[in-house]
């Protein structure tokens, strides 16, 4: 049976608190890294001395998804490796059970939106809902807040940014991108991922396809080869900021 999760109306209305967190300033420019989580002490100490160019993430988006999702956990946890799912709103009323899943398994979780939409074409309100939706959504069935949003299709541009930024949301974008979502064979996803990935970097996938899953169980034991390690979106984004601005 499908849980129904109700938002209730204040989270959405945005009141007074809100406008404390603006001024707050969590992102007040590009060299605060306040809208990023911190890393864990493990992933911290792991990754201490590994460069940048070393350090890849893998992302998934596009889930919950009703039958892959589960597939896409058991692979991870087979290679021992953290990802960051960023989840769409309608899906996670459809399938609040696996966000539990992905939560429980220690796997990152971001918003993906609600609807899917293409930012740039909604007002920054309708923006702002979108992802405050979302972030609701995700807190209601693990307990915590995500600011970490990946914007569809990539879109979104400073204004959104600045405006989004006022609230906490960072948005986070990719580095290698295989087009998994098409109509690819799994051994040619792999080997768009292998040869992207020279510098490391946010590697973007999709959940709803099994050739994602079996690049998957390819792409990692070749990475690690490779002397890569793998980290959640946040902890790359972290370090890509203090290597580019410095340590705050």
Request: charged share 25%.
């Amino acid at each position: 049976m499908r849980t129904k999760i109700n938002i209730k109306k204040y989270d959405l209305i945005l009141p007074a608190a809100m406008c404390i967190i603006a001024g707050a300033a969590l992102f007040t420019s590009k060299e605060d890294l306040s809208s990023i989580p911190l890393v864990t002490e493990r992933e911290e100490t792991l990754t201490e001395h590994v460069p940048l160019s070393k350090l890849v993430s893998i992302t998934i988006d596009d889930g919950p998804h009703h039958y892959y999702t589960l597939k896409l956990i058991e692979m991870l946890k087979k290679h021992d490796v953290p990802a960051t799912f960023f989840l769409v709103g309608k899906q996670i009323e459809l399938y609040p059970e696996l966000v539990r899943e992905l939560h429980s398994n220690g796997f990152e979780i971001g918003g993906h939106t609600y609807s899917h939409r293409n930012l740039k074409t909604l007002t920054l309100d309708e923006v702002r809902t979108e992802l405050e939706t979302t972030r609701i959504l995700i807190r209601q069935l693990t307990n915590s807040d995500t600011y970490i949003f990946r914007p569809p299709g990539g879109q979104i541009n400073k204004e959104i940014e600045d405006f989004v930024g006022r609230d906490g949301y960072h948005p986070v974008l990719w580095q290698v991108l295989p087009r998994d979502h098409e109509n690819v064979k799994a051994d040619e996803i792999a080997k768009r991922v292998l040869d992207a990935s020279s510098k490391g970097g946010i590697i973007l996938l999709h959940s709803g396809k099994y050739q994602t899953i079996a690049a998957i169980d390819k792409i990692i034991p070749e990475l690690k080869l490779r002397g890569y390690r793998f980290v959640t979106a946040s902890a790359y984004e972290r370090r890509r900021h203090e290597q580019t601005f410095g340590r705050t």
